[in-house]
């Protein structure tokens, strides 16, 4: 008999303990503790602006840790401490900004706040540790490991292997890995795996793999295993639905994890609508207040650098109009955002004439088509400069994938797989690809294939400083050996 009720619960659940519950009453109030005695020593007692302060940073460090997962997170102590040190700066910078809008900056001692700062982390730190330490050699003696068993032997299931046997707090011991039937396991791989290796799944440890899928159940009662993790193929997903109905006589706990790295993710995230797992493959990451930020640094920032290079680009225009017949600028159709396309500005470098219908042909050295005052202009990516117009306009950003010509999308898009991904975000004058030396002639795929894996890198990647170091590493490019 079938059970088709369902529960009105929402079916995504972040789940929580009473260990990182205390953790965090721990830490706040370990850095009250902190304050309150900095403040006795310095000032004397707590008047009440410095109460206002402690109010104010504790409100900032419930905010900024759960934006960051701070109690959330099974990873390496390491990498905890820099998640950590990340969320106390943002509770911290919360403080001050507070401090600069109220114009009461000056009421608080400069010596107090730079000792909270440094102290607060390094207690946390210290205490994030201890406790770490005691849960782990308490789970380690007081709680045998868990069996588990792995359904799947591909790169997923490698991967969950390692990471299941490289953290103590998940407590678990994997038996080995289940091998699919011959068709599953020899299925062919997902276009778009070709471009999107993650650096997760460099050096694992081999698969123990302990026999095939149909000798699931007596290996689950001969190892007393009590979890059984999927890591199937998205092209048999089908196996799952049996496998499961399978599995709940057994009084196993049973785990799907969607082999989604097969494929090509850009920006993919988990949520939640109306109570219902959405798992989001590809999307643009400016939503939201990520859309405004960008485009508040795109303007503020825009017109700052047009009103420095202004003098810059009156010189070049003279220069241009001194060395050939010609207009000063040249206008060409490109794709941008979502594929639409607008005309990008750049100051003409090549002599007048005519290209052959439809056909538009890279610039490559020495070319006899580039003048003198051109050559020098490629060479610095001073040519590039009037698409600081292009920018205030809204058609694209600062920093992004740098837009190719129409043509130039049609024919590499026919080579690389998912090569429109990179039409996710806002094409730039800069771009991550820029600035590793991926640019000038592109006369072999692989080194589009390059740049375009770099593109997508910085898609799943963007963040205010990531653009922000890029603005400033592209001052050291613009030289580059590959500029011309």
Same mark, same amino acid.
């Given at each position: 008999?079938?059970?088709?009720?369902?529960?009105?619960?929402?079916?995504?659940?972040?789940?929580?303990?009473?260990?990182?519950?205390?953790?965090?009453?721990?830490?706040?109030?370990?850095?009250?503790?902190?304050?309150?005695?900095?403040?006795?020593?310095?000032?004397?007692?707590?008047?009440?602006?410095?109460?206002?302060?402690?109010?104010?940073?504790?409100?900032?460090?419930?905010?900024?840790?759960?934006?960051?997962?701070?109690?959330?997170?099974?990873?390496?102590?390491?990498?905890?401490?820099?998640?950590?040190?990340?969320?106390?700066?943002?509770?911290?910078?919360?403080?001050?900004?507070?401090?600069?809008?109220?114009?009461?900056?000056?009421?608080?001692?400069?010596?107090?706040?730079?000792?909270?700062?440094?102290?607060?982390?390094?207690?946390?730190?210290?205490?994030?540790?201890?406790?770490?330490?005691?849960?782990?050699?308490?789970?380690?003696?007081?709680? &045998?490991?868990? +069996?588990?068993?792995? %359904? #799947?032997?591909?790169? /997923?299931? =490698?991967?969950? $292997? !390692?990471?299941?046997?490289?953290? &103590?707090?998940? +407590?678990?011991?994997? %038996? #080995?890995?289940?091998? /699919?039937? =011959?068709?599953? $396991? !020899?299925?062919?791989?997902?276009?778009?795996?070709?471009?999107?290796?993650?650096?997760?799944?460099?050096? /694992?440890?081999?698969?123990?793999?302990?026999?095939?899928?149909?000798?699931?159940?007596?290996?689950?009662?001969?190892?007393?295993?009590?979890?059984?993790?999927?890591?199937?193929?998205?092209?048999?997903?089908?196996?799952?639905?049996?496998?499961?109905?399978?599995?709940?006589?057994?009084?196993?706990?049973?785990?799907?994890?969607?082999?989604?790295?097969?494929?090509?993710?850009?920006?993919?995230?988990?949520?939640?609508?109306?109570?219902?797992?959405?798992?989001?493959?590809?999307?643009?990451?400016?939503?939201?207040?990520?859309?405004?930020?960008?485009?508040?640094?795109?303007?503020?920032?825009?017109?700052?650098?047009?009103?420095?290079?202004?003098?810059?680009?009156?010189?070049?225009?003279?220069?241009?109009?001194?060395?050939?017949?010609?207009?000063?600028?040249?206008?060409?159709?490109?794709?941008?955002?979502?594929?639409?396309?607008?005309?990008?500005?750049?100051?003409?470098?090549?002599?007048?004439?005519?290209?052959?219908?439809?056909?538009?042909?890279?610039?490559?050295?020495?070319?006899?088509?580039?003048?003198?005052?051109?050559?020098?202009?490629?060479?610095?990516?001073?040519?590039?400069?009037?698409?600081?117009?292009?920018?205030?306009?809204?058609?694209?950003?600062?920093?992004?994938?740098?837009?190719?010509?129409?043509?130039?999308?049609?024919?590499?898009?026919?080579?690389?797989?998912?090569?429109?991904?990179?039409?996710?975000?806002?094409?730039?004058?800069?771009?991550?690809?820029?600035?590793?030396?991926?640019?000038?002639?592109?006369?072999?795929?692989?080194?589009?294939?390059?740049?375009?894996?770099?593109?997508?890198?910085?898609?799943?990647?963007?963040?205010?400083?990531?653009?922000?170091?890029?603005?400033?590493?592209?001052?050291?490019?613009?030289?580059?050996?590959?500029?011309?």
């Amino acid at each position: 008999m079938a059970f088709t009720k369902r529960s009105h619960r929402s079916i995504l659940k972040r789940r929580g303990s009473i260990s990182t519950a205390v953790q965090a009453v721990v830490d706040l109030v370990a850095v009250m503790a902190l304050s309150l005695l900095l403040i006795q020593k310095q000032i004397g007692a707590l008047t009440p602006p410095y109460t206002v302060m402690l109010l104010i940073l504790g409100m900032g460090m419930v905010f900024a840790y759960n934006r960051f997962g701070v109690y959330r997170s099974n990873s390496s102590f390491t990498r905890k401490a820099l998640t950590l040190f990340k969320a106390w700066s943002l509770a911290f910078g919360f403080l001050l900004v507070v401090g600069f809008v109220t114009k009461q900056t000056e009421v608080f001692s400069r010596l107090l706040l730079g000792q909270l700062f440094l102290g607060g982390y390094l207690l946390q730190v210290l205490l994030q540790y201890l406790s770490r330490e005691i849960q782990i050699r308490v789970m380690v003696h007081a709680v &045998p490991a868990e +069996n588990v068993l792995i %359904v #799947g032997t591909g790169k /997923l299931a =490698s991967y969950l $292997q !390692n990471k299941i046997s490289g953290n &103590p707090w998940l +407590n678990q011991k994997v %038996v #080995g890995c289940l091998e /699919l039937p =011959s068709a599953a $396991q !020899n299925s062919p791989a997902r276009a778009g795996a070709t471009l999107y290796e993650s650096s997760d799944f460099a050096s /694992l440890k081999e698969l123990k793999v302990i026999g095939p899928l149909d000798q699931m159940q007596s290996i689950i009662e001969s190892h007393d295993v009590r979890t059984v993790y999927f890591a199937i193929p998205l092209g048999e997903s089908d196996l799952i639905e049996d496998l499961y109905f399978q599995l709940l006589d057994r009084h196993v706990a049973v785990h799907w994890v969607p082999d989604i790295f097969s494929l090509l993710l850009v920006n993919h995230s988990v949520r939640e609508i109306a109570g219902l797992p959405v798992l989001t493959l590809s999307e643009t990451p400016l939503t939201g207040t990520r859309l405004l930020f960008k485009a508040l640094e795109d303007r503020v920032l825009g017109l700052l650098i047009l009103v420095l290079i202004s003098p810059v680009l009156l010189i070049i225009a003279a220069a241009i109009k001194l060395d050939s017949r010609g207009p000063v600028f040249f206008r060409q159709a490109r794709k941008g955002w979502s594929g639409r396309v607008f005309h990008i500005w750049k100051f003409r470098s090549m002599y007048v004439h005519q290209p052959e219908a439809g056909v538009i042909r890279q610039a490559t050295r020495n070319d006899p088509r580039v003048t003198r005052v051109g050559a020098f202009l490629r060479r610095t990516s001073l040519d590039e400069l009037p698409q600081i117009f292009n920018v205030l306009r809204g058609e694209m950003s600062l920093v992004g994938p740098r837009p190719h010509a129409v043509q130039h999308d049609e024919l590499y898009s026919k080579g690389i797989n998912a090569y429109f991904a990179r039409h996710n975000i806002k094409p730039g004058i800069t771009g991550l690809a820029q600035v590793r030396g991926l640019r000038g002639e592109t006369s072999e795929i692989e080194r589009m294939q390059e740049r375009i894996e770099a593109d997508i890198e910085y898609i799943n990647n963007w963040s205010l400083w990531l653009d922000i170091s890029i603005l400033l590493r592209t001052l050291g490019a613009l030289t580059g050996k590959n500029a011309y």
